[in-house]
């Protein structure tokens, strides 16, 4: 299904809506509906289970969204958390520099893929894509160019020359999408991290941020949770929670937002084996993802050109998204950089003793850290589809349904009462919904032919619908409805219950 749709869906079925929506909506911040929030918290509980219940060597926290200001001076946040900005004039638009480099270089791609395509169609079963490429001189020169062109701009970012950022803009004649002129202003570094202000405490002294990442969360309370939990390293402590970046170009949906989640995990070890957890640890993210059942051609590593002010490696999976393969999850090699900052700041020590080696060093991280509106959204795309249905009499007709992982769809059974005016199957179908509840979540619903209520539970992904007709009233059994094969059994209750819970168990993807 297209992106449009998507979106639209979210809307209408109460996944998501823009906030603020009675007073024309706030940009690139958005609310969760009721089967929105659902679906979050399944995906929180999925992460959070697989991560730290299932880890002996890995703990919660939930640190407070305040800090004390001097954190994001020492965590570099202050000074090196921005992004390079550039305005046109004419219209009066901001843009990020490097995502206009970068938009640039998508368009040549995207006249490559062309070429691609027409080529494949010529040469039918024979076509030999990466022969194709390597050789065809105009896609080897438009390759060329993207790769020059990413190349400058890594270098400009990374040595923070702003200048020459402006210059690869004018170069490439990137005009503006808005006024279509290529009157630029020069390309100035902006600060992402919002402020405001603590009651008691005028002017700088009380300033205060809305932390950018969770994870400085967990680095000042390094000491507090190992001496706590007596963990030995190698060990873990993750969180989940909300963090906040003034993005300047907030766009697609939920994908770049102004208030997001995250669920970050940090891993503590020893210095010099942090490659070896590295390489592990995106070995098991991958497979995390892979266990809910996305196909791995969805997924792929990228690794870091341009690496973040804390990090000695760095990669993102990317997950092929409606607008193209884009950066879902990041995985980062942190080295000491964080904790030393804080030990240098706080004047305290933030040291491990290490009992083996008997001697006293600040550990080096592994991070983990991923998105979880951007999950939510990897998680509705994939199972959002429309799919032709033929019946016993040949008669086409289509359906909207979402394939999520039974695990974690928003409601897991709706109970439904063949007739609504028939007070015996509609106190049988409550009995019946009230032992449900006490274990799932559900939905009751008399409304409408069952045709139609099977087709609503499908389009928000109910994995189950149990019917109660009369027959259920003679002998005790329901009607069990698969949302994916669209089989129906006749079962006892206890048998359909049994069902429901075992396959919509978080156990399944562990
Ligand atoms: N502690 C490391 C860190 O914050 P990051 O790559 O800046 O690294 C981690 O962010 C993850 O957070 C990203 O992979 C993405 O899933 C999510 N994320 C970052 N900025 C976001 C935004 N503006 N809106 C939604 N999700 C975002």
Known sequence: MDFKSLVSHCKEYGFIYQSSELYDGLAAVYDYGPN???LKNNIKAYWWKSMVQMHDNIVGIDSAIFMHPKIWKA?????AFNDPL???KDSKKRYRADQLIEEYCDKIEAKIKKDVVKAAKKFGDDFDEAQFRSTNGRIVERQAKIDQTLDRMNKALSSEDMEDLKLLIEECEIACPVSGTKNWTDVRQFNLMFNTQLGNI??????????????QGIFVNFLNVQKTSRQKLPFGIAQIGKAFRNEIVARQFIFRMREFEQMEMQFFVRPGTEMEFYEAWKAKRMAWHEALGTSPDKLRFHNHENLAHYANAAVDIEFEFPFGFKELEGIHSRTDFDLSQHQEYSGRKVQYFDPELNENYVPYVVETSLGCDRMFLAVMSLALQEEELTNDKGQVSTRVVMKL???IAPIKVAVLPLLKNDEHLVKTAKDLLGEFKKHTTTQYDEKDAIGRRYRRQDAIGTPYCVTIDHQTLEDGTVTLRDRDTLEQQRLSKEEAISIVLKETDLANLM
């Open 75 to 79: 965590s570099g946040h202050v000074d």
């Open 405 to 407: 992982p039974k695990a």
């Open 86 to 88: 550039v305005d046109n």
């Open 36 to 38: 929105g929030v659902e």
């Open 202 to 215: 005028s002017g700088e002294e009380g300033k205060l941020y809305l932390r950018p990442e969770t994870a």
